[in-house]
């Protein structure tokens, strides 16, 4: 009785799924074809993105250490001059010789979870509430005042504080934990000549009204992605919009050659990455009822996993998913920055990249998925329960950035639900691009289904 019961729900589930895409006429999963990538040396490539100098200005690091406290944890087992700097930064030589701190890749990409450092975990611990261009300015006037040999620093900092002072002001979110990464580049593009990659101090572009803030996509689920980023208009080399970074501090098309030439190592590196075990105990049999759920219901645009596991690279129309449409309107579709990434460097040589917009969200792989709450692109949605709930989903949340827990059995971040907006450690859903609605595909299944398919969920 109890296995007629749960075939009764998959097929009432599949016949609303099927209901709601076939609503919209015209409107269907879009396949993305693969694009050739580069192969490298993962070793190689891992110690290029943690001491590599693809950003070559930051502050010098005898200013750096002065007011910086060392970091005793060496998380990533560094030695020399990045011993006793935070996993995030690396010291580097600027073009003059002088030893420069400069932050790197695992800003972003990398999170400390229980006490231990999970590379390739999006950071959802972020603070981008403050404005960076204050210690930009006090470290530019500072430095300024050094003479004779000393005189140096200022010179092998100074890009990097040029381009804080540009773009700083821009880079400001309302909550914590959410990124601006997709912003940063457009700032950064916008001073800077698209054949020759050389800064620009006046805008070359005009600035958008808003930046859309976005979660970070593990960096583990990119070589099963035919395409980048959340709306998967990323198409070509991958190594490209890897180095973007670079653009921080780049001085022409030279530099940004020489960068290049390192990030097949890279993606060697981030493609060898595997998403964290789930490590409690997992009810095995739910598990198996879950999977068989999941199958008949999310497999079409999610894919299927273990030892036949495919993923479709399929791109969801923004009509099927009803997800928070600003970040690929604002953010990803803006014209110029089409324009501009498409007539520039990047895409020349012999491994080009380009940008293809789209009105919609790619549906991501889901291995690991149970460590990368809050989940939508925005961060929006604090747990899985809730993710497949949307009634549930809400409105305003808070969770702890100082002292960060885990619910393990409901995989997502432990939090309160407010009534009112409050501080920068709660989310408002209500502010523009940080919307919560969307991807209703999970309220046609019973309580009981969806706690089946969360347990299947945490296999992955």
Not at 89 to 113: I, R
Not at 254 to 282: C, G, H, T
Not at 345 to 368: C, E, M, N, Q, S
Request: hydrophobic share 40%; net charge positive; with cysteine.
């Amino acid at each position: 009785m109890k296995k007629i019961i749960i075939l009764l729900s998959i097929a009432l589930v599949c016949f609303a799924f099927v209901t709601i895409t076939d609503r919209y006429i015209g409107a269907k999963p879009e396949f993305i074809p693969a694009s050739k990538q580069r192969t490298g040396d993962a070793a190689k490539g891992f110690a290029y993105l943690t001491t590599g100098d693809y950003l070559k200005s930051g502050i010098p690091y005898s200013l750096f250490m002065r007011v910086t406290p060392k970091d005793t944890n060496n998380f990533l087992q560094r030695t020399g001059v990045n011993k006793n700097l935070s996993y995030d930064f690396t010291a580097v030589k600027a073009p003059n010789g002088e030893l420069v701190v400069a932050p790197n890749c695992l800003q972003c990409h990398a999170q400390l979870f229980d006490g231990k450092l999970v590379v390739g975990l999006g950071n959802s611990l972020s603070d981008f509430t403050m404005n960076r261009e204050t210690p930009a300015l006090i470290a530019e006037t500072f430095l300024k005042n050094l003479t004779g040999e000393n005189a140096k620093k200022y010179e092998a900092a100074k890009s990097f504080i040029t381009a804080l002072k540009a773009v700083a002001p821009k880079l400001i979110t309302s909550t914590k934990g959410v990124n601006l990464a997709d912003g940063l580049a457009y700032l950064l593009v916008s001073h800077r000549d698209p054949q020759t990659l050389k800064w620009s101090d006046q805008n070359l572009l005009s600035l958008p009204d808003d930046i859309i803030p976005t979660d970070v996509p593990a960096w583990w689920l990119l070589r099963k992605k035919n395409a980048m980023f959340y709306n998967g208009f990323g198409r070509g080399d991958f190594g490209r919009f890897l180095m973007a970074s670079n653009l921080l501090t780049v001085s022409d098309t030279i530099e940004a050659k020489s960068v290049d030439r390192y990030f097949n190592d890279v993606l060697a590196y981030i493609n060898s990455l595997q998403p964290p075990k789930y490590p409690k105990r997992i009810d095995s049999a739910k598990a198996v009822e879950g999977k068989t759920i999941f199958m008949a219901t999310c497999k079409k645009c999610h894919g299927t996993y273990g030892e036949d596991a495919e993923y479709p690279n399929l791109l969801i129309p923004a009509e099927i998913i009803k997800t928070d449409s600003l970040l690929y309107t604002a953010n990803y579709s803006n014209p110029q920055f089409i324009d501009w990434f498409n007539k520039s460097w990047f895409t020349t040589g012999d491994h080009p990249a380009k940008l293809v917009p789209f009105r919609g969200y790619i549906a991501p792989p889901l291995d690991g998925i149970w460590v990368t709450a809050p989940y939508m692109h925005n961060g929006s949605v604090p747990s899985l329960e809730a993710m497949l709930n949307s009634k549930i989903r809400p409105v305003y949340w808070r969770r702890s950035f100082s002292k960060p827990s885990y619910n393990y059995d409901n995989p997502g971040w432990n939090y309160e639900m407010k009534i009112e907006p409050g501080n920068s450690e709660v989310y408002n859903t209500k502010l523009k691009g940080y919307g919560n609605y969307g991807h209703y595909f999970g309220d046609q299944l019973s309580d009981a289904d969806r706690k089946a398919v969360i347990e299947y969920l945490k296999t992955l």
